[in-house]
């Protein structure tokens, strides 16, 4: 061997050096990827699958769509918005915050939070006077042009009359199946801060893609 030439590690020791760089890269490409991912649906973007009929037509059980966690947070919910919200406790089982009197929607939810994930859409903002007759809307006693619902006048919250005022800060949610809805009608409109986000594309099946 001529003076000075320096020796390289056995082909063995660099095979097995590379191999661990390999992994450590492909866990960080990984690690990294999860994080992203998980920021994303956290702060961003949540996807959510339908679980039940109540938004019938508009979309069918086991439909999956995007949902927007940011716009809210520069600009205010708008009626027409299909939105994923947390309801009050009192939905689970169609439980008002306050006496319902005769012939009108819940006034007001119970005090607090469920863990529930639901999905409607926003029928009245804060202020508005909102009754039901044949199953479809009335906002300070105008009807509204509503294309997209299965309406129903036989059910036992299809017809609500007697008007209520939803509160400040607070958004009056209904299905668009109405007679098949578990809703603002049986337990109150929802204050702002519970809503997750603005539901604004579907992805599945692919014959639904599309915005809403």
């Not at 129903?152 to 299809?158: H, K, P, T």
Request: hydrophobic residues 40%.
């Amino acid at each position: 061997m001529a003076l000075g030439a320096v020796s390289g590690p056995p082909a063995g020791l660099q095979k097995q050096g590379s191999s661990s760089s390999s992994l450590v890269e492909l866990v960080t490409i990984v690690v990294v990827a999860l994080g992203l991912a998980l920021t994303i649906q956290a702060f961003l973007v949540k996807p959510f699958r339908i679980p039940s009929e109540s938004m019938v037509p508009t979309l069918q059980i086991g439909q999956r769509v995007l949902v927007d966690r940011v716009s809210y947070n520069f600009s205010d919910p708008h009626r027409g918005d299909v939105v994923v919200f947390h309801p009050p406790v009192g939905a689970i089982s169609n439980t008002c915050g306050v006496e319902r009197g005769a012939g009108q929607a819940c006034p007001r939810p119970t005090q607090e939070r469920s863990d529930e994930n639901f999905i409607k859409r926003i029928v009245g903002a804060p202020g508005d006077r909102i009754a039901v007759i044949d199953g479809r809307v009335l906002v300070n006693g105008e009807a509204q042009s509503e294309p997209f619902i299965n309406p129903d006048a036989g059910c036992s919250v299809c017809d609500l009359p007697a008007e209520i005022t939803v509160p400040p800060g607070h958004f009056f949610m209904m299905g668009d199946n109405r007679g098949e809805s578990g809703d603002s009608r049986y337990w109150g409109p929802i204050p702002e801060e519970w809503m997750i986000g603005n539901a604004f594309f579907t992805y599945w099946p692919v014959t639904r893609i599309g915005p809403l």
